[in-house]
């Protein structure tokens, strides 16, 4: 995994933060380094709960026979529903940018063969613990805890 691929989903977090909502991006990357698919959470622009950046990138990717080979890019830990996702669809390796600011399901993808590699890279701890702490609200209901 090549740790330059982060920068596309950060790209990606910043054009969600920009836009009103919560900062993570991703991208779902080919063997050869090609990103197949890009987005970010766009649960507060589009009033859905279920758009999440792993989601958006994986979309955007569109079909594929085989997931195995590719990568999916995230600037943050997934979550339970994103890691659900990387499962059902066999997608081979993670790399995520941070895993402080939230502990999502990286060790348990590791468990189960997929391979995942966590950088703890300033610019997404940067990006997410200022957007924890502005907007508690909006970070409370991305990860389902009621206040």
């Known amino acids: 995994m090549d740790p330059s691929w982060l920068d596309v989903a950060v790209e990606q977090a910043r054009a969600g933060l920009t836009s009103g909502g ?14 197949l698919g890009r987005g970010h959470n766009r649960r507060v622009q589009d009033g859905d709960p279920t758009v999440h950046g792993e989601t958006a990138a994986f979309r955007d990717a569109g079909r594929r ?4 080979s590719t990568t999916m890019v995230t ?4 979550c339970w529903y994103c890691s659900g996702l990387i499962r059902q669809f066999g ?21 189960h063969g997929v391979r995942v590699q966590v950088l703890d890279d300033a610019r997404c701890v940067d990006m997410m613990t200022a957007f924890v702490a502005e907007r508690p609200d909006l970070w409370n209901e991305d990860i389902g805890v009621a206040e």
């Not at 991703?26 to 063997?31: I, T, W």
């Not at 026979?65 to 195995?68: A, G, K, L, S």
């Not at 997608?91 to 468990?111: K, M, N, P, S």
């Open 91 to 111: 997608i081979g390796a993670v790399l995520v940018g941070e895993a402080r600011t939230f502990h999502g399901g990286h060790d348990w993808l590791a468990e």
């Open 65 to 68: 026979r085989d997931y195995r």
């Open 75 to 78: 600037t943050l830990s997934p």
């Open 22 to 35: 919560i900062p993570i991006g991703a991208a779902l990357v080919g063997p050869d380094g090609e990103v």
